[in-house]
């Protein structure tokens, strides 16, 4: 199968940290994406794991597990404009198809 | 800066029209996308395109097609716009490597009464 897991909902209060979780499948498996999509505008690109491990990129960090087919996307200090839906989406292209296999995405609602 | 523009933010017709998605990417990416977006659904893919006049089905490409003849413009079309064809369009683009992003436009909301 080609699914990609992670919560629905969440939610966390301003100045706390939050961690959204991804599961997946593995096989075929080059990378995993997380995006970040607030309300009525598209998704911009958050981060991209290939290796196992975290990687920080200022308040917003992401950990891949390979082994595991797991991620989390972690976000510290959060701020009222950190409210928006995360996506996580695998990297399973190879020659020619270049689709990405996207979860539904995970509404995080920061409250004050 | 990577730009992905969309003919229209937003767009109503009637069922039955033909409609026309433009998507334009200034940045000579090899591959365009044109995703649906509905809320509990998510983002799914209806084609794609990897080269010029190449296109690929993408989950739900019924009642959808497509054409690329530049490189830099990849046009969805709704042959006969239906109501469960209201949704969120949003074109995406991206360079032919393994691990690049895609980088979005902003998106069409169309409303098919």
């Known amino acids: 199968g080609q699914n990609i897991d992670q919560p629905t909902e969440m939610t966390a209060t301003e100045g706390a940290i939050v961690q959204i979780n991804c599961t997946y499948q593995?096989?075929?498996?080059?990378?995993l994406f997380w995006y970040q999509q607030h309300a009525g505008e598209a998704p911009t690109f958050l981060s991209y794991?290939?290796l196992d491990g975290l990687e920080e990129k200022g308040r917003f960090s992401s950990f891949l597990s390979r082994s595991k087919g797991y991620s989390y996307l972690l976000l510290k200090e959060l701020q009222m404009k950190d409210s928006a839906s995360y996506l996580c989406?695998?990297?399973?292209?190879?020659?020619?198809?270049?689709?990405?296999?996207w979860g539904l995405g995970t509404s995080l609602a920061v409250n004050p | 800066d990577v730009k992905v523009t969309q003919s229209s933010r937003y767009l109503v017709k009637r069922t039955g029209e033909k409609v026309f998605l433009e998507c334009v990417q200034d940045?000579?990416?090899?591959?365009m996308f044109w995703y649906r977006q509905d809320p509990g659904l998510g983002l799914r893919l209806i084609y794609f395109?990897?080269?010029?006049?190449?296109?690929e089905k993408g989950d739900i490409p019924e009642g959808y097609s497509v054409s690329r003849e530049k490189k830099e413009r990849f046009s969805l079309i709704l042959e006969s716009a239906s109501t469960n064809q209201t949704s969120m369009y949003l074109c995406?683009?991206?360079?032919?490597?393994?691990?690049?992003?895609?980088?979005f436009g902003p998106g069409t909301r169309l409303l098919v009464l």
């Open positions: 940045m000579d990416h090899e591959n």
């Open positions: 995406a683009s991206s360079l032919s490597v393994r691990g690049e992003t895609q980088y």
């Open positions: 395109s990897y080269d010029v006049k190449m296109k």
């Open positions: 989406a695998s990297d399973r292209t190879a020659g020619n198809n270049r689709k990405l296999i």
């Open positions: 794991n290939v």
């Open positions: 593995t096989s075929g498996f080059n990378g």
